[in-house]
């Protein structure tokens, strides 16, 4: 495919291409596994996509590895043009995941985690699978969850007629009654954003990674009440990240409030499979206000 010899181009690296390969890469994108005579490759592309796409992805990983506390791929180029959007990637070995490997991610996430911004949300819209999120920063978390997590989800399953009377109603006095769970001001961490079981990977010598950020800045418990939702996660995981940063008593009352979002974006995405969750979740906290 010369268009990868082109995209690597851009990267600095002008050796031809050795081996290629399809490899997976998630739902929505194709993924390559790319050996020049210079060095090996993970490289991405999404069809119908704009160069934003694979931009706030790569952002995401950068802000990640500035923390320092845990690793990701390394970045060497993202673009695209109005048909499609390319990202080229360290390619990291996959290792088979240890109780070792589980517990350094939770050490490391937690120490991710600790490093604190100032503000809540982010300063550029970014994806969640292929749909777009808008963002802004906000001075109280609440404000930012409901307004920008929450309510676009609850919109855009309108727009799709996901949105019976029932659930529209209980959604909409859950907004109102918002603030009786989720708190004004947690503490501002940089999150993964879409840390399902997928999102993250074992290189060599047990190693984690995490991969295909969707980042922010927000309550940390966010993340973790994702890692919840489908599972995919160790009980050496979770014991590390406590031991590190205990939880809080009010984790379990805000945990399903964020797997919420998480379920409305399945919801949007796959469709009525995730309808039951979600409207399980809302039948709760609206017959049960504090």
Not at 170 to 195: K, M, V
């Amino acid at each position: 495919m010369s268009y990868l010899e082109d995209i690597l181009k851009s990267t600095g690296d002008t050796t031809p291409i050795i081996k290629q390969k399809s490899v997976s890469g998630g739902d929505i994108n194709e993924a390559f596994y790319v050996r020049t005579k210079a060095q090996e490759y993970f490289a991405k592309r999404n069809k119908g996509a704009s160069s934003r796409f694979f931009q706030t992805e790569a952002r995401g990983l950068e802000l990640l590895r500035q923390t320092g506390a845990i690793d990701v791929p390394r970045v060497y180029h993202h673009g695209g043009n109005e048909e499609e959007a390319w990202l080229v990637l360290e390619y990291i070995p996959a290792g088979t995941t240890s109780p070792l490997s589980e517990h350094r991610l939770g050490e490391r996430l937690s120490r991710m985690h600790a490093m604190e911004n100032s503000a809540y949300g982010f300063d550029q819209p970014t994806f969640i699978g292929e749909l777009l999120q808008e963002n802004h920063m906000y001075p109280s978390w609440l404000e930012y969850y409901r307004s920008e997590r929450l309510l676009p989800q609850i919109k855009l399953a309108g727009e799709k007629g996901k949105l019976p009377p029932d659930r529209e109603k209980r959604a909409h006095q859950l907004l109102e009654h918002l603030d009786t769970w989720i708190p004004e001001d947690p503490g501002s961490s940089l999150l993964h954003g879409d840390l399902w079981g997928g999102n993250w990977m074992t290189g060599p010598e047990d190693t984690p990674y995490l991969i295909d950020p969707s980042v922010l800045y927000g309550d940390r418990l966010m993340d973790l009440a994702f890692t919840e939702l489908f599972g995919g996660y160790s009980r050496d995981f979770y014991e590390a990240y406590a031991a590190y940063t205990p939880l809080p008593d009010y984790y379990q009352d805000v945990k399903p409030l964020y797997q919420l979002f998480y379920l409305f974006v399945h919801l949007n995405m796959f469709g009525e499979a995730f309808g039951s969750q979600v409207d399980r979740i809302l039948t709760h906290y609206t017959e049960t206000k504090g």
